[in-house]
């Protein structure tokens, strides 16, 4: 039996999660090492290792005050410190699917940096279950939300969207004109899901008193 749209997401994103572990079990993220060396060994790892060829959009490796930056910025190459945190933002195609992945590290025992890093991640969990549990959410309503659980973990939302379509390489359009493929605050259509779409919530906090922001995605299951 041929597997489904989503069974075929869902295998993709398992690959991608097993590159993250990897990347953590080499100890490719550590102090002293530019954005642009971790994201040169994690692209040779994901070759050499798990066959990874394509990307659909651009590889983010961030450090220090980088993690406050959204998707479309570009900022200067930093070199990670003892005591840093960073995200990575990779999404590797395969078998012609697209996985979408977001994590954030703290190198050392920073409680703020920690507390960051755990609340960006419990609050993607809290933005899925709304989602699903809110059958007629608009994009917008959705973004809304998400904006309101960064204040409710005391942080400001650092992104420009939370989440996008995923799928069949290469997807449809979501540039920056294309709204109806974010889930953005422009948007005001309801979300189609899951039988015909597939989304993908990304959380950005960012305390900008601090420098420091942290970020998780993944697919919405």
């Known amino acids: 039996m041929s597997l489904s749209k989503l069974d075929k997401l869902k295998k993709a994103e398992s690959y991608a999660l097993r590159l993250f ?23 040779e790892l994901a070759s050499t290792q798990f066959g990874i060829e ?3 959009h651009k590889r983010i490796v961030r450090a220090g005050e980088n993690t406050l930056y959204p998707y479309d910025e570009n900022p200067s190459d930093l070199m990670t410190q003892d005591d840093d945190i960073l995200f990575l933002d990779f999404g590797p195609i395969f078998e012609s699917y697209e996985a979408d992945i977001g994590r954030t590290y703290v190198l050392g025992n920073n409680e703020l940096k920690l507390r960051l890093k755990n609340d960006v991640e419990d609050a993607w969990f809290a933005a899925r279950d ?17 904006v309101s659980l960064a ?5 400001d939302y650092g992104g420009e969207i939370a989440g996008h379509i995923i799928g069949q390489f290469p997807h449809e359009n979501i540039g920056p004109s294309k709204y109806h493929n974010y889930l953005h605050p422009d948007n005001h259509a309801r979300i189609v899901t899951p039988k015909t779409q597939h989304w993908i919530i990304e959380i950005h906090f960012v305390d900008k008193k601090n420098k420091i922001g942290g970020f998780f995605e993944q697919l919405a299951i």
């Open 151 to 155: 204040k409710q973990y005391g942080w």
């Open 130 to 146: 709304y989602l699903f549990a809110h059958r007629e959410l608009t994009s917008s309503d959705f973004y809304k939300y998400v």
């Open 54 to 56: 394509k990307y659909w």
């Open 21 to 43: 572990d990897e990347i953590t079990r080499q100890n490719i993220i550590r102090a002293g090492r530019m954005e642009s060396e971790i994201n040169r060994d994690i692209l």
